[in-house]
């Protein structure tokens, strides 16, 4: 399966890199979603079959592309990239055409506590910015989680405003462009973003 981003970070000194998930990833990733650190946060740790109807339709969403992330070519995460319009966040403000979300878990619990959150994050939001069109990035994190905040704050998202969404009260942020290409082509510039 062909690798489609792929970058160095001399922080961590790890090869950080993303695949296109498929069908024949399905049994991993509800294996994530069942994980304690995993299933409060997004509520998908479903039966198998249930589990596998869902990822099926996922995949087949031409409004956003699932994601399998690797460290040295180990697969421990999955992300889901998506466009805000045609997703139930874009009721929450006023997106541009072509406004990016993301939601991510760390799955291999080895690499949970690690340091590896950040330059992960960081990887995906480069990823993402290299839309030209692509001026913003969203998450909306559930607002329970202070551990995923906190990392998408020190990636560059801004806390926006506390948000109802259909499946969780949810922290609104957004990364622009040039705040985050200026934050880390000043403190990162041996990282070959």
């Not at 991993?28 to 946060?41: A, Q, S, Y």
């Not at 998908?44 to 460290?71: C, V, W």
Request: a negative charge; proline letters at 4%; aromatic letters at 14%.
């Amino acid at each position: 399966m062909s690798i489609e981003f792929e970058v160095y970070d001399e922080t961590i000194q790890r090869t950080l890199s993303f695949r296109n998930a498929q069908m024949e990833d399905v049994a991993l990733v509800h294996k994530w979603m069942n994980e304690e650190h995993v299933h409060p946060f997004w509520q998908l740790n479903l039966p198998f079959d249930r589990f596998e109807k869902h990822f099926r339709k996922a995949l087949s969403d031409t409004h956003q592309t699932l994601y399998l992330g690797m460290i040295d070519g180990e697969v421990m995460s999955y992300w889901e990239a998506y466009w805000v319009k045609g997703d139930v966040i874009e009721n929450s403000y006023t997106p541009k055409t072509f406004d990016q979300g993301i939601h991510l878990l760390i799955g291999e619990k080895d690499y949970l506590g690690s340091g590896f959150a950040l330059p992960l994050l960081r990887a995906m939001v480069s990823f993402q910015f290299k839309h030209e069109a692509t001026t913003k990035v969203v998450a909306e994190p559930d607002i329970r989680n202070d551990k995923m905040i906190h990392i998408f704050e020190k990636c560059g998202f801004t806390p926006i405003a506390p948000i109802q969404l259909p499946d969780k009260k949810a922290q609104l942020m957004f990364c622009e462009r040039e705040a985050f290409e200026s934050r880390w082509n000043d403190e990162y510039r041996k990282a070959n973003f």
